[in-house]
């Protein structure tokens, strides 16, 4: 039998070891500064499971994140770390832990808690609670001629042909950068779910991440901010991903292409994207020269009686600023 109950701070010595294991090579203090106490939607929350003899089994939290539905601010939250000690593994602990959260969003006055989970935690979460609430896909654009396997000859054609000509440009984003105020502002008008990308997001969410693997940029058209977009080199720098893009209306491709002509003065070979299913065919990505690399599901979980917006496929905007949590640190 295991009781599944909330962490106070006196559990924060268990909530650390269990980051710990299951992030070797994790620097503890910096996320637990940055992830569970500085965010701007709120500090985490987070459940253990405790054994019969006291030992603390496994964890899981929420990390609140202020959502926008149509028109209003709501609060939602990302789920995540997520562990089992190994010696506890196949009880139907991960269950027990996403019901518990589950039954305290009303108390917490969380509308819904999404991501798109590892394949691991796919079933517990549905177990607990979630739906799966359509496909999140991974949209992949070659920026040369090696990504193709086109003979050495052909590589610098084939990267010219490929190269985009936009007409804006990518300008290093600042602490609370009010251009991303503005940005986001003029966006939201077009989302109808989606997490708050304003200058406080930014700066915490990639500007303050203890890896500082993500850098930030304001996109901009003739002096006029047009979108905000964060980057990350991963696969060696092989990859570089559009961690996040938020466009103005009408500006998305514009943005898109202007990413990736940055990209192209980069060593690496393909950019790649996070969307959802229904928003990617919405933004016509193949338009862009991006192709569907494989899906993975997208989950939400409301609580007994929420509000079934969330759950909406064709409403959400998603993108990696939701999932990808600095797992560097």
């Given amino acids: 039998m295991f ?12 909530v650390e070891a269990l980051i710990a294991e299951m992030i070797p090579g994790c620097d503890v203090a910096a996320r637990m500064r940055w992830l569970y106490e500085s965010n701007p939607g709120g500090p985490a929350i987070t459940w253990l499971a405790v054994a019969a003899t006291g ?31 190994p010696a506890f593994r196949r009880r139907g602990i991960g269950a027990l832990l996403h019901k518990a959260s589950r039954d305290a969003m009303p108390r917490h006055d969380i509308s819904c808690m999404y991501g798109a989970p590892g394949a691991m935690n796919v079933t517990p979460l549905k177990h607990g609670g979630s739906r799966e609430s359509g496909q999140v896909v991974r949209w992949v654009r070659p920026l040369r001629g090696e990504a193709l396997h086109v003979p050495a000859p052909l590589a610098s054609a084939v990267a010219w042909a490929l190269k985009p000509r936009p007409r804006a440009r990518l300008v290093p984003a600042v602490a609370n950068d009010p251009r991303i105020d503005g940005v986001w502002e003029a966006a939201r008008g077009g989302l109808r779910l989606a997490a708050i990308r304003d200058g406080a997001f930014y700066t915490w969410r990639f500007q303050n991440a203890p890896a500082g693997r993500q850098p930030t940029f304001v996109i901009i058209d003739h002096d006029r901010p047009i979108g905000a977009c964060a980057l990350e080199p991963i696969d060696g720098g092989r990859i570089l991903r559009i961690v996040d893009l938020l466009a103005v209306p ?5 943005c898109l292409l202007s990413i990736v002509d940055y990209c192209t003065a980069t060593s690496a070979e393909l950019v790649d994207i ?5 928003d990617s065919q919405r933004r016509s990505m193949y338009r862009s020269l991006f192709v569907d690399r494989g899906k993975k599901p997208f989950l939400c979980m409301i609580p007994p009686g929420g509000d079934r917006r969330f759950v909406d496929p064709k409403r959400w905007f998603y993108t990696n600023a939701d999932s990808d949590l600095d797992d560097h640190t």
């Fill in 3 to 14: 009781d599944v109950r909330e962490a106070t701070a006196a559990d924060r010595p268990h």
């Fill in 55 to 85: 030992e603390v089994a496994g964890c899981t939290s929420f990390f609140p994140f202020r959502l926008w539905l149509d028109g209003e601010e709501k609060l939602g939250a990302l789920g995540g770390d997520g562990y089992v000690r």
């Fill in 250 to 254: 009408g500006e998305w491709r514009t």
């Fill in 274 to 278: 996070k969307l959802l299913e229904r």
